[in-house]
């Protein structure tokens, strides 16, 4: 069964700190994966999307890392602000089947001022 | 946000009763989903839908049923509500590479 594991399941952090949340995943074969930022209240907004060919992808202050070997990626947030608190989800999609992709729980982060 | 609106955006319904949560989307994207967010469960797929009159289950269909008799809108029926039932309901479209795009989402609650 394909699985998408997020770490950590919440995160406490200071503005102008910078922060790294993880995500593994079994699905195979891989065709693309996405980081999304969700608000409280509101649904969930594309931050990157990475194909296999892809180990980085920017969006401003946020940047995404693939590795396909290890199955595994990251998203780094630099010089947080507060409008960072949100959850963030990673949604992983199989090749032939990427119109029903697999999504992680979320991690919760929250910025302190 | 890709055209995409839910209705109603609130609703407090009774055990038992029927309820249908509507999703309008503008931009003739042929995938269409329902899903389903509650804590420690992240977005669930309830029911997709890959064109007009096509659905499939997802893996939370039970207590579900949905209806697409035009490509703008995706009905979701919760032909008798339980308290189970009572969560934040997402519509989404997919785009051809894959990308996803939510609506603003319904919040149910089933008393």
């Known amino acids: 069964k394909n699985q998408v594991e997020q770490s950590p399941q919440s995160l406490i952090i200071l503005e102008g700190k910078n922060c790294t949340l993880q995500c593994n995943y079994t699905v195979s074969p891989f065709s693309n994966l996405r980081w999304y930022k969700q608000d409280t209240g509101r649904g969930p907004v594309s931050l990157t999307i990475?194909?296999?060919?892809?180990n980085t992808k920017s969006n401003g202050r946020y940047t995404a890392t693939l590795d396909a070997d290890t199955k595994q990626s990251s998203l780094h947030i630099t010089a947080s602000q507060l409008s960072d608190s949100a959850s963030y989800i990673c949604v992983v999609s199989e090749e032939g089947g990427s119109y029903i992709p697999t999504f992680g729980r979320g991690t919760s982060l929250i910025v302190h001022p | 946000d890709a055209g995409i609106t839910q209705s109603p955006r609130h609703k407090v319904t009774e055990t038992g009763t029927p309820v249908t949560l509507r999703c309008h989307q503008t931009?003739?994207?042929?995938?269409m989903y329902w899903y389903r967010q509650d804590p420690g469960h992240g977005l669930r797929l309830i029911h997709y839908s890959y064109g007009v009159k096509d659905t499939d289950k997802g893996e939370v269909s039970d207590g579900y049923s949905v209806s697409r008799s035009k490509t703008e809108d995706f009905l979701l029926t919760l032909e008798s509500a339980t308290s189970s039932q009572t969560s934040v309901y997402f519509c989404?479209?997919?785009?051809?590479?894959?990308?996803?795009?939510f609506g603003p989402g319904t919040r149910l609650t089933v008393t």
């Open positions: 931009e003739n994207h042929r995938y």
């Open positions: 990475m194909t296999f060919s892809e």
């Open positions: 989404a479209i997919s785009e051809p590479n894959g990308e996803q795009y």
